[in-house]
């Protein structure tokens, strides 16, 4: 069967990229572990090649300041988000709000939404 994924992540570039992070902010491996409260032993996987966990490479991303999404490498022009899509990502991530009041914002936004799209002015 074909590869048919769009796009890859280049763990090997975001390594790289996290290197020099460290390298510049006079850090070690155990204190960058640390710091993004991972295992040490993520770390030297990485190093080995392996890709990270999800959850280790948000802690990571968020530690370095690195965008995942300069390490995406797909050859097919990369589709804008969805609006609905935009605004659900920003309401789970207002601090402002619990789970459940984003929830229930994202639902009456995306009825809205879907009653609202097609009318002409």
Do not use: C
């Not at 789970?92 to 097609?118: C, F, P, Q, T, W």
Request: net charge positive; glycine share 4%.
């Amino acid at each position: 069967m074909a590869d048919t994924k769009l796009g890859t992540f280049d763990a090997d570039a975001f390594y790289a990229a996290l290197d020099s992070t460290r390298q510049a902010r006079k850090k070690n491996w155990k204190e960058v572990a640390a710091g993004a409260g991972i295992s040490a032993s993520t770390l030297t996987r990485m190093a080995q090649g392996k890709r990270p966990d999800v959850d280790s490479l948000a802690a990571l991303a968020a530690w370095s300041g690195l965008n995942t999404d300069d390490f995406v490498r797909t050859s097919h022009k990369r589709k804008a988000p969805e609006a609905l899509a935009l605004i659900s990502t920003h309401l789970r991530g207002d601090k402002n709000l619990s789970a459940e009041s984003a929830a229930a914002l994202n639902e009456i936004i995306r009825v809205a939404y879907d009653r609202l799209k097609n009318e002409k002015k």
